[in-house]
Nanobody, 112 residues
Framework: QVQLAESGGGLVQPGGSLRLSCVAS?????????LAWYRQAPGKEREFVAH???????DYADSVKGRFTISRDNAKNTVYLQMNSLTPEDTAVYYC?????WGQGTQVTVSS
């Protein structure tokens, strides 16, 4: 079994920054796993945000390119999402994903 635990969400003003973290535990070969972040805004479907492969290849949704950065620390079984220049449209619950598994999500609210 695999558990994913996100943290780092909160309330931030437009233009601000947040860094989300997701720690993986359980039966997992973390360094060989691809990881991703998704988000779900109220009344909308869950959408892809960013992905990082086991060899550190990254991919982003067009809406966050140039503002968000995904990274990983295999020694800590942790994946990060650095979010800069946040806008109200980034307000959502952010979920960490490892194929077949989801975290519980962390709320990000961008508002003045």
């Amino acid at each position: 079994q695999v558990q994913l635990a996100e943290s780092g969400g909160g309330l931030v003003q437009p233009g601000g920054s947040l860094r989300l973290s997701c720690v993986a535990s359980g039966s997992i070969f973390f360094s060989a796993s691809a990881l991703a972040w998704y988000r779900q805004a109220p009344g909308k479907e869950r959408e892809f945000v960013a992905h990082i492969s086991s060899i550190y290849y990254t991919d982003y949704a067009d809406s966050v390119k140039g503002r968000f950065t995904i990274s990983r620390d295999n020694a800590k079984n942790t994946v990060y999402l650095q979010m800069n220049s946040l806008t109200p449209e980034d307000t959502a619950v952010y979920y960490c994903n490892l194929p077949g598994y989801w975290g519980q999500g962390t709320q990000v609210t961008v508002s003045s």
